[in-house]
């Protein structure tokens, strides 16, 4: 018993330094720009952006082969960061629309508790068990997206995000009419 356990530690323990020195003498340094980048997007690897995660999508925008609109949930503040970053230039007023925030909604008398929909949602802001009734934190969603597409009996879309004092926000202003055109 004990040898069994010495010679088993004994493996961890050279293993672990293998696995050290190789991680040690194989490191690849990311360009600062890409680091950059990367902590500027949101984080939550939603994949609404068509690449795998955040750092893929980093890695794309810092090579040029990705626009900088291509985070929705970072919306237009981030891609404007993102242009100022780069160089690249910035969205176009119109080029990409300042939509309000949206955030999942699970209509409890359709929800069957099946846990398809948490499993999906990267910031996990979906609360439930198996078979019971799952809701969302409003304040932990990104309205991605994920969770609609993923519900079977589609009790999940997405709303506009309630405003409370800790996710209040400006309405855009509506553009002034000109003089002529009010006739």
Known sequence: MIAAAASMSALGVGLGLALGFAARRFHVESPPIVDEITALLPGTNCGQCGFAGCSGAAEAIAEGSAPVTLCPPGGRDVALQLAEITGAPPPA??????????????????????????KRCPTDAILGAAKQIHTVIPDACIGCNECVEACPTEAILLRSKPRTLRSWYWDKPAAPVAQGDAA
Not at 93 to 102: E, N, T, Y
Not at 113 to 118: A, N, R, W
């Open 93 to 118: 007023p119109g080029g990409m629309a300042d939509a309000a925030p949206l955030v999942a909604f699970i209509f409890e008398d359709h929800c069957t508790g099946c846990t398809k929909c948490f």
